[in-house]
């Protein structure tokens, strides 16, 4: 492809992805809507409704008298014209999602893993469950892929799980690759928390500035969104913020490290001292904070949710004791709206964002920096 013809693609895909977002944000549109909330020229949103509507992503839904002359077309996005599935692998469960173009999770379910599962149990386990969502509904044509958010270190970049904690039989494994063969049909591997992240950014649109979301599921990790997007890091294996260590002297982690966040927490939870727990971890994330700098600190994972009020109620009292000029830098302190469907969402939020979201530059962006960007690049 030349440079030209590739940049055409990329302006036609990112035009159409701003008229997508604004599809999943209201429930009803017109071209004038998009023209406002894009800076693109009528005539650019009028070609791109064209073509959206003729692939059955927006459809008619009515039109606007407003005084004299034509009416206004009403549009709206057609939800169920595109899926996809989305996976959460945990070290005990397989959970799969159906999630459409609006997002929305139509359909949830969780089955057991055996305990150090294979590579091939994995695979195994995602064709059954696959095969069970696609039964049930005539998809053909309509889903787009798979997204797998799995616990790492992994290499997101190249689809290699690289020595997954507690799993040892996942040295360099390429499960992208191994995937798309097993499956037929494309797939988007990433971290677990990096999915779920991608899902609340997802939920709450132009709002969501740098957050984390704090998973705790056998384990402890954390998903960032940073400037505007998921950020991954040099080697796409950021998160690992259960492996930072909170006590010289503590206990050996499985990372080989003492006295790491993760480890700590445990022994509080294996104690059955709840209290103690969750402090541990409200430690953790004003330490992320110091670091960071968040505007919304998001908690989710089995473990955590099974005493959500405890865990909650402790960040937040630690985010507003614990961190020096607390009335200037406290971030909001939410439960995962999704709750145990969070990452599972996430990753087939991520498949459909490859595909249908905004190229380069992230959802959620505010507008301002979509239109100068797109008029700069349209010459419009
Ligand atoms: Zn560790």
Not at 127 to 146: F, P, Y
Not at 185 to 190: A, C, E, G, S
Not at 237 to 263: I, K, M, S, Y
Request: charged fraction near 20%.
């Amino acid at each position: 492809m030349t440079r030209t013809t590739a940049d055409v693609t990329f302006l036609r895909g990112y035009n159409q992805a701003l008229v997508l977002a604004v599809g999943r944000t209201v429930r009803t549109f017109e071209r004038s809507t998009v023209v406002d909330a894009t800076g693109l020229t009528p005539q650019a949103v009028s070609k791109v409704i064209a073509r959206l509507a003729a692939d059955g992503l927006i459809r008619p839904a009515g039109v606007r008298r407003l005084g004299i002359g034509k009416p206004a077309v009403v549009y709206e996005l057609v939800p169920d014209s595109r899926y996809a599935i989305g996976a959460h692998v945990a070290r005990r469960t397989l959970r799969l999602v159906l999630v459409d173009l609006a997002g929305t999770v139509r359909h949830s379910t969780v089955n057991p893993l055996p305990g150090d599962f294979t590579p091939e149990h994995l695979l195994d386990a995602l064709r059954v469950g696959v095969d069970a969502i696609t039964a049930g509904d005539d998809l053909r044509g309509r889903l787009t892929g798979v997204g797998l958010g799995m616990i790492g270190p992994l290499d997101h970049a190249n689809g290699l799980v690289r020595d997954a904690h507690g799993l040892r039989q996942w040295h360099d494994v390429p499960l992208r690759e191994l995937a798309e063969a097993h499956l037929g049909l494309p797939v988007h591997l990433d971290k677990d928390v990096t999915a779920g992240i991608t899902a609340e950014a997802w939920r709450h649109g132009a709002t969501f500035g740098d957050a984390a979301l704090i998973m705790v599921e056998s384990g402890i990790g954390g998903g960032f969104w940073l400037g505007g997007a998921a950020h991954r890091g040099a080697h796409t294996n950021a998160g690992e913020f259960g492996h930072t260590v909170v006590d010289l002297d503590g206990p050996r982690c499985v990372c080989g490290r003492h006295g790491c966040l993760e480890v700590v927490h445990l022994g509080a939870a294996e104690a059955g001292d709840v209290a103690r727990a969750a402090r541990v971890l409200a430690v953790g994330v004003v330490n992320l904070l110091q670091t960071l700098d968040l505007a919304h600190v998001v908690l989710a994972g089995a473990d955590l949710l099974r005493h959500a009020e405890d865990y909650r109620a402790a960040v937040e009292r630690a985010v507003r004791t614990d961190v020096p000029r607390a009335d200037w830098l406290t971030p909001t302190v939410t439960l995962s709206g999704l709750g145990a469907d969070v990452i599972a969402a996430g990753a087939a939020m991520q498949v459909l964002d490859q595909l249908y979201g905004i190229p380069d530059l992230t959802l959620g962006a505010p507008p301002t920096i979509a239109r100068r960007t797109s008029l700069r690049t349209a010459g419009a």
